[in-house]
C-alpha cells in the first residue's frame, strides 16, 4: 500500500526517496575523475609551467551572517560574483552538505546556502512559517532578482514550491535526488525513516547517526569519506534528526499536481542507488514539468553532491551557462512556420509551438522548449542539443538539421518536395 508523506514526515522522509528510463547515464568512481555526459567525459586540465610550484588561486569574496526572517534567525552564507545559484540542503545535513561544491562554484558564480528553520545555525521554528518566504526574503537581503535554485532531496522539494509560488525568481531548477510535495510513497520508504530514528526515542544521537550514515540508499560504496562527514555533522547537530517540519505551513494544493505551471528549464539528477521511491518521485517530476531531463549518477546514492561532488559542479556550471545564453525574438508567425514532422534517420523529429516557445521533441524522448539564438537556429537550456532551418528562397521551411556533440542529423520536412531539400 502506498501513503501520502505527512507534513511531519517530510523533512526526514525526502531523504530517503529505481525505476523509469533516463536520458543519460553518469558514472564515477571515488578515486577517479568525473564521467562526462555522453561521452563528453575526461578533461585533463592544463598542466602548470611549473609543478613544483602550485598556483595561488585569488581569493574569494565570501560573506555570512543571520537574518531575522520574523519569529527566528537564518544562517546564510554567500559568495562570489556573477550569474547567481541558491543551494537548498537536504533533510538530513544543512548547508555543509554543500562544502564540496562551494569553493569551485564560488569561483564563477554569485552563491547563496543557508541553513532552513531548525538545521545547523538556523534558530527552530516555534510557530508556523512559510519556507518559501524564507528563501523570498533570503534573496531579497542579498539582492538576487532571479536564480538558478539548486536543491537535494528536501531541498529539492522546496525548489518546487518556490518555483511555483515565485516563478519570477527562478532562472532554473537544478533537482538532486527530488521529492514533491503531495507524491506518494511506499510503506518501506516510511519503516526504513522510523527504523533509522529508533535510537533517538532512547536518545541516542550517535545510533542513529551511525544509521543513517550507513545506510545504503544515502550513500553509495567506497565513499568513505562522506559517510564520515555525514555521521560526524548528524552527531554535532543533533537537532538535523529530530527535525519535524510540524511548523512548516501547509500546502493549498498538492505541488505534484502543479508540476505543468513551472515552465523553467530543469535538470534532474538522481544517484542511481538511491530508493526507488526518490526514483518514482524523480520520474513524476520529468514528466510533469515540460522539457525536464532526469540523468542517473552510476555509484551514488541519495548525497549526490557530497559523493561525486566534481560531477555536481561539471553539470551545474553547464546548466547555469546554458541559463545565461541569449536569446533573440522571433515573431510568431515565424516560428509557426517550423511547426511540423521532419524525418531523421532516427526517427520523426516533432517541432510544435507551446507557451509562446517552439519545441522539440526527439524520438522516444519528452518535448524541449527551444530559444532562439537567430530567426532560423535554435537550442534547448539543459543540454547542447541546436537545431537549424532550412529554407528555400521563398521562404519555405524544407528541412531541420540537428547539432550535437559535433555532429549534424539531418531531418527533411514531411511536405517538403526531395528537390527542395
Known amino acids: 500500500m502506498q501513503q501520502i508523506v505527512p507534513r511531519n514526515l ?17 558514472a564515477q568512481t571515488p578515486e577517479k575523475p568525473a564521467a562526462g555526459e555522453r561521452n563528453r567525459a575526461t578533461q585533463k586540465a592544463p598542466a602548470a609551467q611549473n609543478p613544483a610550484v602550485p598556483q595561488k588561486l585569488p581569493p574569494i569574496e565570501k560573506h555570512s551572517g543571520h537574518l531575522d526572517v520574523g519569529g527566528g534567525k537564518i544562517y546564510y ?52 512559517f512559510s519556507p518559501t518566504d ?21 531541498g529539492a522539494s522546496l525548489a518546487i514550491d518556490f518555483a511555483l509560488a515565485n516563478p519570477e525568481n527562478v532562472e532554473g531548477l537544478f533537482l538532486i535526488g527530488p521529492v514533491v510535495n503531495g507524491k506518494e510513497v511506499s510503506q518501506s520508504f ?28 544515502i550513500i553509495g560504496e567506497r565513499h568513505d569519506g562522506t559517510r564520515k562527514k555525514l555521521r560526524e555533522t548528524l552527531i554535532d547537530n543533533p537537532q538535523n534528526l529530530k527535525h519535524t517540519g510540524e511548523f512548516e505551513a501547509p500546502h493549498e494544493k498538492p505541488s505534484v499536481s502543479r508540476l505543468s505551471e513551472i515552465h523553467v528549464p530543469t535538470l534532474i539528477l538522481v544517484g542511481e542507488l538511491d530508493i526507488s521511491d526518490v526514483h518514482a518521485h524523480a520520474g513524476a517530476i520529468e514528466e510533469g514539468i515540460a522539457g525536464a531531463q532526469r540523468d542517473v549518477i552510476i555509484n551514488s546514492g541519495h548525497l549526490v553532491q557530497l559523493e561525486q561532488s566534481e560531477i555536481v559542479v561539471e553539470k551545474l556550471s553547464h546548466f547555469v551557462d546554458l541559463q545565461e545564453r541569449k536569446s533573440v525574438d522571433v515573431p510568431a508567425e515565424t516560428l509557426r512556420g517550423y511547426v511540423g514532422q521532419y524525418h531523421s534517420p532516427d526517427g520523426v523529429v516533432m517541432v510544435g509551438f507551446e507557451n509562446s516557445h517552439l519545441t522539440l521533441q526527439m524520438p522516444g524522448q519528452a518535448a524541449f522548449p527551444l530559444f532562439a539564438e537567430t ?34 542529423l539531418k531531418a527533411p520536412r514531411d511536405d517538403a518536395p526531395a528537390s527542395e531539400r
Request: proline share 3%; aromatic share 8%.
Open 10 to 26: 517530510i523533512s526526514m522522509l525526502a531523504l530517503l526517496l529505481c525505476g523509469a528510463s533516463c536520458e543519460c547515464t553518469w
Open 77 to 128: 552564507e554567500e559568495c562570489g560574483t556573477g550569474a547567481s545559484i541558491v543551494l537548498l540542503h537536504d533533510g538530513l545535513m544543512h548547508a555543509v552538505t554543500w562544502d564540496a561544491v562551494w569553493e569551485p562554484l564560488c569561483r564563477k558564480y554569485h552563491v547563496v546556502r543557508y541553513d532552513r528553520r531548525g538545521y545547523g545555525r538556523s534558530d527552530a521554528p516555534k510557530a508556523q
Open 134 to 154: 524564507d528563501l523570498q526574503k533570503l534573496l531579497a537581503h542579498v539582492n538576487v532578482q532571479q536564480a538558478v535554485v539548486a536543491g537535494n532531496s528536501s
Open 190 to 217: 516510511i519503516d526504513r525513516a522510523r527504523k533509522n530514528n529508533e535510537p533517538l526515542e532512547s536518545g541516542d544521537v550517535k545510533a542513529a547517526a551511525e544509521n543513517w550514515s550507513n545506510d545504503p540508499y
Open 375 to 408: 530567426p532560423t537556429r535554435f537550442f534547448v537550456k539543459v543540454s547542447d542539443l541546436e537545431i537549424g532551418f532550412t529554407k528555400t528562397a521563398a521562404g519555405k521551411v524544407t528541412q531541420a538539421t540537428i547539432y550535437q556533440d559535433g555532429g549534424e
